[in-house]
């Protein structure tokens, strides 16, 4: 019998590796855009892949939790992506850039719901949240990724090597912590999709992670740029760096904060730190305002999915499993619109001004949020 503390540590070992692989990936984006020698509009083009390849696994992830246990889908999706990410490395045409960078969002995608889904299934075995510090370490590996990347961008290591060293980490650590996963989680009931009227509980979810993911996303995707063409320095992982960093505090965090303040006020302290985060960096676009600027960011962000996730995990409607595939469509969505809509702002106007959606972003959080809770508040006194 395998203990739940240890269940929950290498489940977040997981969690680790993907915020490993997804780092790696984004903050290499400038070497990439270098490479092949795009502007910002076809650099937002080929990032339409990642969200293809998202809306692709999409409805596969959720037939797979529904059919199997997630702990199947989850490891077979690790494996993958590690092997996507080298095909990304070794990329020699923007064809082979583009299937490649849609087949590590594909796996990408497959592993995120499985991953979910486990934590959620774990969170019911104790008593205090543990969800916030599942998404803590997906933050920490993505420190860790971009600590390698920085070490090796100044040791002039290759796109190549780099990428490969990744994938082979990622495949030893799936390969041993897979007996460590839990078994038996496959929910019997809420399973199906239920294509009627949108569920308000699920569809205020969703519009909150939808936001959430065009702020995130063009983060991950567009911070080295930001650096590297606005703020002029030569180490562009700087800006990506610090706001991972300060995801990853919150995202340990969150959880004592919802604990003192509760989810409502959480969300409105986070949609604060977007908006001044964002129009620090905007406003005074020199290296330290800048840091700080995408620190308040990273602080604001990190708690948002979290929260979210663990609020669908306790749909009436739905299991968990498919609760998260629902909600993911919404955050897929963001992810889809947000990065290249930065690049085309960015080639009409300049970057500066493209990063104001963020803002916006953060803004619209406030309402959708306060919707949310009313709305709940409606259904539980309803139900009393």
Known sequence: MISKQKHRFFLSLFFFISGFSFATWASRIPTIKMAFDLNEAELGSILLALPIGSLLGLPISGWLISRFNSKVPLAGGYALNAFSLALIGFAHTIYSLVG??????????????????????????????????????????????????????????????????????????????????????????????????????????????????ICEGGMFDWSGIYFQEVIKVEIFTYGYLIFMTFMAASRFLSDIIIGKIGMPKTYIMSAAFIVSGISLAIIFPVFWTAMIGFSLVGFGTASIIPMSYALAGASKKYSPGMAISIIATYSITGMLLGPPLIGYLAHAFNLRVSFIIFALCGLMLIPITRMFFNHQKIIDKAGA
């Open 100 to 213: 490649a960078v849609i087949l590590f969002a594909f796996t990408t995608r497959i592993f995120n719901i499985s991953v979910n889904t486990q934590a959620l299934t774990l969170q019911k075995q104790f008593e205090q949240k543990i969800i916030g510090s599942f998404h803590g370490y997906w933050s920490i590996g993505g420190i860790a990724g971009i600590a390698l990347s920085t070490a090796l961008l100044a040791l002039n290591v290759s796109i190549q090597l780099h990428f490969s060293i990744v994938a082979v980490i990622m495949l030893g650590i799936t390969l041993y912590a897979y007996q460590f996963l839990l078994s038996g989680d496959r929910a019997k009931t809420g399973n199906k999709l239920i294509l009627s009227k949108p569920d308000p509980y699920i569809f205020y979810l969703g519009v909150v992670v939808f936001l959430c993911a």
